[in-house]
């Protein structure tokens, strides 16, 4: 199974060649708790991205509550390697 960082630098490498803006947030002190991993933007769309390991893995605090949001205002989701492919070809239908 991939390892959080390579399963997030893969999947966003591969949504840039969609056409995709693709924002790796950077976390350290600053960064407020639960702050997706990851922000995307397409032509008017925008998304927030959460990346676990697996299905299993647990959300730290604040970012099931963020990706519920975003998915109430735009889009967003948890991706871990169960559900990649899924959401992969959920946003390279909207990429069209």
Not at 7 to 13: D, V
Not at 73 to 78: D, H
Request: glycine share 6%; with cysteine.
């Amino acid at each position: 199974m991939a390892r959080e960082s390579s399963l997030q630098s893969k999947f966003l490498s591969d949504l840039r060649k969609l056409g995709y803006k693709c924002y790796k947030q950077q976390m350290n002190a600053t960064t407020r708790a639960g702050t997706p991993d990851a922000f995307i933007f397409k032509e008017g769309f925008w998304g927030w991205i959460e990346f676990k390991a697996h299905k299993n893995s647990k959300a730290r605090p604040g970012q099931k509550e963020n990706v519920a949001w975003a998915q109430e205002n735009s889009w967003g989701s948890f991706v871990y390697e169960e559900n990649k492919k899924e959401v992969y070809n959920y946003l390279k239908e909207i990429a069209k």
